[in-house]
């Protein structure tokens, strides 16, 4: 009979597994933040996201009190594996938050990883924006980063992401296209600007998306009819899986008839230009 080795009895006996190591989850939240009436989670989360979401008692956040509201949405629904009182939530430093987390130098962008010694301990961790999906138009992104390079696994959670839905809504080419975020808030910066993706948009095919904050929606809107030639789509959307939002493509010539005030200003918007 065949002797096991002393290297597989070894192994066997008296070695310490290794650690496990908790997973990050990015989990999505709905697009109503600031609305005056929340929505129904069901209407925009599937189940199992609210499901994994209850099982999570660790977060990292741009906002505490959002957070934490949220979270009791979430607790009507599916009950959470720890209380309210007992989550363990951390905000994003203001440098990743307000001031973004990627700086353009090799390097010199936010190191989050502080913020996951929970999960390198084997807890499971979430990562939340105030709407949507962290990470996407919103921030995070240097969590996700840190986590890689901790290697711990990253689990994308499904739910809106509005730059997304409102490309899909738009008739515009989703095969080919950029998220740009936002525009520079200057008028003439910005008219530059448009005129620049426009260019690129014509003669690549390529879709230019973009945000506005509300009380700006207007304002851009405005500058993009004036400034975008006829034949060119614009496609704008506000309020995406929300009551009342809309989204509407046309070229800019049907887009100079229409009343810019029937854009509403109390939701974030999102805009699309093309072919």
């Given at each position: 009979?065949t002797q096991?080795?002393?290297?597989s009895?070894?192994?066997?006996?008296?070695?310490?597994a290794?650690?496990?190591?908790?997973r990050?989850?990015?989990?999505?939240a709905?697009?109503?933040?600031?609305?005056?009436?929340?929505?129904?989670?069901?209407d925009?989360?599937?189940s199992?996201?609210?499901?994994?979401?209850?099982?999570i008692?660790h977060?990292?956040?741009?906002n505490?009190?959002?957070?934490?509201?949220?979270?009791?949405?979430?607790?009507?629904i599916?009950?959470?594996?720890?209380p309210?009182?007992?989550?363990?939530?951390?905000?994003?430093p203001?440098?990743?938050?307000?001031?973004g987390?990627?700086?353009?130098?090799?390097?010199?962008?936010?190191?989050a990883?502080?913020?996951?010694?929970?999960?390198?301990?084997?807890?499971?961790?979430?990562l939340?924006?105030?709407?949507?999906?962290p990470?996407?138009?919103?921030?995070g992104?240097?969590?996700?980063?840190?986590?890689?390079r901790?290697?711990?696994?990253?689990?994308?959670?499904v739910?809106p992401?509005?730059?997304?839905?409102?490309?899909?809504a738009?008739g515009?080419?989703?095969?080919?296209?950029?998220?740009i975020g936002y525009l520079?808030?200057?008028?003439d910066?910005?008219?530059?600007?448009?005129r620049?993706?426009e260019?690129y948009?014509?003669?690549t095919?390529?879709?230019?998306?973009?945000?506005?904050t509300?009380?700006?929606?207007?304002a851009?809107?405005?500058a993009?009819?004036q400034?975008?030639?006829p034949?060119?789509?614009?496609a704008v959307?506000?309020?995406?899986?929300l009551?009342?939002?809309r989204?509407i493509?046309?070229?800019?010539?049907a887009?100079?008839?229409?009343a810019?005030?029937?854009?509403?200003a109390?939701?974030?918007?999102?805009?699309a230009?093309?072919?």
């Open positions: 009979m096991p080795s002393k290297t009895l070894s192994d066997a006996v008296g070695q310490p290794a650690p496990r190591l908790g990050l989850f990015l989990v999505p709905p697009l109503d933040h600031g609305c005056a009436e929340p929505t129904r989670l069901e925009s989360l599937p199992g996201t609210l499901a994994a979401a209850a099982q008692t977060w990292i956040c741009e505490a009190r959002s957070a934490r509201a949220y979270l009791k949405r979430i607790s009507a599916v009950p959470l594996a720890a309210l009182q007992a989550q363990h939530i951390t905000e994003l203001r440098l990743a938050h307000k001031k987390d990627h700086s353009g130098a090799a390097g010199a962008e936010y190191d990883a502080g913020l996951l010694e929970a999960a390198r301990a084997g807890a499971d961790m979430g939340l924006s105030e709407a949507g999906m990470g996407i138009a919103d921030p992104s240097a969590v996700v980063r840190a986590a890689h901790l290697g711990l696994p990253v689990i994308p959670l739910g992401v509005s730059p997304v839905l409102a490309l899909a738009s515009l080419n989703g095969q080919n296209f950029a998220f520079p808030q200057n008028p910066e910005r008219v530059q600007r448009i620049a993706l260019a948009a014509i003669k095919g390529q879709t230019q998306l973009f945000i506005e509300p009380y700006r929606n207007r851009l809107l405005q993009l009819v400034t975008l030639a034949q060119t789509l614009l959307a506000w309020g995406v899986t009551p009342g939002g989204i493509s046309q070229p800019v010539s887009w100079r008839t229409m810019i005030d029937a854009v509403a109390e939701w974030p918007a999102v805009f230009i093309g072919r």
